[in-house]
């Protein structure tokens, strides 16, 4: 499986950061003269006076279950990536689906229950 599939994708990212969500993860989208690469940590760290502001945190499957509430659960399908999260009572809270790949699934999932109120900003 390539990288790119175990991250989410460059505009779930953007969203994720326009939200305010912290930008610390394994790994980077960042900005290489207008294509869009992605890069680890320790690459990041030594090239990112070169990159201003062009970055966006690529976060993974396992960075995004941290950050999402506990009652949050992903599965595949035949139509895609599917992720629900629901409260303590099994109320469903918020539900995305036809995902291409688990890490967008679970991205649209922390910005819509951020977006309606349903939890905090994870910073």
Known sequence: M????????IEVAKKLKSLGVKQESLSWWVDCDGKWCLATSRWYRHTAPDHPGKHYSAFTV????EMLPQLTKSWCSAFGWYCENKENNYELKGFTHGESTEADARGKMLIYLIENKLMEVPR
């Open 62 to 65: 396992a960075e995004l279950g």
């Open 2 to 9: 390539k990288v790119e599939q175990q991250v989410i994708s």
